[in-house]
């Protein structure tokens, strides 16, 4: 069965810190996704990013990346220079989806908090 | 504008007291679901449509209902609700049931059963 761990539970830190957010997975497939989702205080779901498991290449995007390695079943997302604004929860996700209920796995969520 | 919509956003109800989340997308996407958040727990998911007149269980569809007769809308229904079913409820959708396309969420909806 598919997993996804996200040991922090709750991480603070001061603007302009750089923070990841850690995320590791199980899954027997060898086709699945991956993704990370943001969930500010407002409670909505805020897409982030997807990569299937034939892609390793690390992705960055502004001041957010992520690093995806499938050795250590992991895809962990780093936040360059913190702001206020990216308080939030973080959830990452896991879909076998291959052929059937695009059903997603959720870790926990990790709960960054920015400080000014 | 591409959205989800959910209603309500936040209820209040009785145990027992039938209740009906609505949720619709503009889409046009085959696959809709629903999910539950609850504290440590994340995203659960409680039923799924992989497209008109088709749906199924998720991992905790206990106490609900749903239906999917219209491509773009896909309610979801507690037909006597207990207190265990106070949570957070998303509506999901995606363009098909599978090749891992990404799942747009609902803004939310806050149920309390008390």
């Known amino acids: 069965a598919q997993k996804v761990t996200q040991a922090q539970t709750e991480i603070s830190v001061v603007e302009k810190e750089d923070v990841t957010l850690d995320c590791v997975y199980e899954t027997r497939d060898t086709t699945y996704y991956l993704f990370w989702y943001k969930q500010p205080p407002s409670g909505e779901l805020v897409f982030l990013i997807r990569?299937?498991?034939?892609?390793?290449q690390n992705e960055i995007s502004g001041r957010y990346s992520w690093n995806f390695q499938k050795s250590t079943s992991s895809f962990n997302f780093t936040i360059t220079a913190s702001q206020v604004v990216d308080s939030a929860v973080y959830f990452c996700?896991?879909?076998?989806?291959?052929?059937?209920?695009?059903?997603?796995?959720f870790g926990a969520g990790t709960r960054l908090t920015v400080k000014p | 504008e591409a959205q989800v919509t959910q209603n309500p956003r936040y209820l209040i109800t009785v145990t027992g007291k039938k209740l009906t989340v609505t949720c619709s997308q503009n889409m046009n996407h085959e696959y809709m679901s629903w999910y539950r958040q609850d504290p440590g727990l994340g995203l659960r998911q409680i039923y799924y449509s992989m497209n008109v007149e088709v749906t199924d269980k998720g991992d905790v569809p206990e106490g609900y209902k749903v239906s999917r007769k219209e491509k773009r809308n896909f309610p979801l229904i507690l037909e006597s609700p207990s207190p265990n079913q106070t949570s957070l409820y998303f509506c999901a959708s995606s363009l098909t049931g599978g090749d891992g396309n990404t799942i747009y969420f609902g803004e939310g909806s806050w149920l309390t059963v008390v």
């Open positions: 996700a896991l879909s076998e989806g291959a052929y059937n209920n695009n059903d997603m796995r």
């Open positions: 990569r299937n498991s034939f892609d390793e």
